[in-house]
């Protein structure tokens, strides 16, 4: 058990009928180098898992592309059977090749078998989310997601799937999938130097739908890393710190998944994501973005 005496920051949000806490696991890291293969240190990932559950965190995000067939496979053997509070995101419209690239796989049949095998490899009968992941490695792209949306509504009305969301979208496809079926979360690359979703958040916020960003400290610039590290420096704090609890203060319906593979890191996070941070911090922040 841990021995970490403290709160998750930030509460709780309701994903439908599921209530998670904002601060959140993800388990992208668990893998291998560049997300391939087992983890290096098996018995440490699943400590991992195991402080992650009992420091009271009770939404974990996967993929059975990670690895690929890694990270589901370590979940179930740590968590297995699971608490009636702990709620997993999968995701599923991407593969894994050769090479370690991520290509897309929407295809009704490729969803399908995805949607099979998350749930074989998680031990479950229904994925209680499951977030179409759209775009490529780049980022999002345009196009219509009617038809690999409409696949996961079809297996959604099969008790397969609990709850919808899109990853890696444009505005216009999360409008797009709304339009289809409600859809409880986005998870989209965002944090302080990122703000292309800005309006997006706030309308999600105004709807009742989480938005859940990825690298919350990637792709910064030197000078936004510099702003970063100077307010990190006069606050005590990591600069990973100060970006989660910045995350946390944007807006009520963000959730985070920082990974980690440490048990040690996963502990910093969580302390660092309740850091307190005055209106001149927050301005100061905010100006990384603008």
């Not at 559950?53 to 059977?81: F, S």
């Not at 699971?82 to 969803?111: C, F, M, N």
């Not at 749930?119 to 209680?128: F, R, Y």
């Amino acid at each position: 058990m841990s021995t970490l005496s403290i709160s998750l920051p930030g509460g709780t949000w309701t994903l439908g009928d599921l209530t998670v806490t904002r601060f959140g696991y993800g388990a992208m890291q668990l893998a291998g180098p560049g997300v391939m293969g087992p983890p290096a240190d098996r018995d440490g990932a699943l400590a991992v898992l195991c402080e992650a559950v009992d420091l009271g965190i009770t939404h974990i995000d996967t993929a059975d592309a990670y690895g690929p067939r890694v990270t589901n496979q370590l979940i179930r053997e740590a968590l297995h059977p699971y608490s009636d509070s702990l709620h997993i995101v999968t995701k599923v419209g991407a593969i894994r090749d050769e090479q370690g690239g991520w290509p897309p796989a929407r295809r009704p049949e490729d969803l399908r078998r995805a949607v099979h095998e998350n749930l074989e490899a998680l031990g479950l009968q229904t994925l209680d989310v499951v977030n179409l992941r759209l775009g490529d490695a780049q980022g999002p792209r345009p196009g219509s997601l009617a038809e690999a949306f409409e696949t996961l509504v079809d297996l959604q009305r099969q008790g397969l799937i609990r709850h919808l969301g899109v990853s890696n979208a444009t505005a216009e496809q999360v409008a797009e999938a709304r339009s289809i079926a409600p859809i409880v979360c986005v998870q989209n690359m965002y944090n302080l130097a990122h703000r292309q979703d800005d309006e997006l958040i706030d309308e999600l916020a105004e709807q009742g739908i989480a938005y859940v960003p990825f690298f919350p400290l990637g792709g910064f610039s030197p000078l936004q890393s510099s702003a970063l590290s100077a307010v990190a420096a006069r606050l005590d704090a990591t600069p990973m710190s100060v970006a989660l609890a910045w995350l946390l203060r944007r807006s009520p319906n963000i959730l985070l998944i920082p990974g980690t593979s440490s048990v040690a890191h996963l502990r910093e996070n969580v302390t660092g994501a309740g850091l307190s941070l005055s209106d001149e911090d927050l301005a100061e922040l905010d100006k990384i973005g603008r």
